[in-house]
């Protein structure tokens, strides 16, 4: 079983990765040549959070190797 502060680091992780999912949904939804901007920001935001999820993945797997190595 994963340390406390692993699993809480991971559903930190999947929240930004449906975060992002939700924005580029909003983003596709809303796409028509008035909202390019819009679009571009939403779609910018989805990256950062994907930016996010990936630091998380790596803040996780870093935990998770010091607690077994003690």
């Known amino acids: 079983m994963e340390p406390e502060s692993v699993?809480?680091?991971?559903a930190l992780e999947d929240e930004e990765r449906r975060g992002a999912?939700?924005?580029?949904?909003l983003a596709h939804r809303e796409?028509?040549?008035?909202t390019a901007l819009p679009c571009l920001l939403l779609e910018?935001?989805?990256m950062d959070s994907d930016k996010h999820?990936?630091?998380l993945a790596f803040v996780a797997e870093h935990l998770g190797r010091r607690k077994s190595s003690r």
């Open 31 to 34: 796409r028509t040549r008035e």
């Open 7 to 10: 699993q809480i680091v991971r």
């Open 21 to 25: 999912q939700q924005l580029r949904d």
């Open 53 to 55: 999820a990936h630091l």
């Open 44 to 46: 910018t935001m989805a």
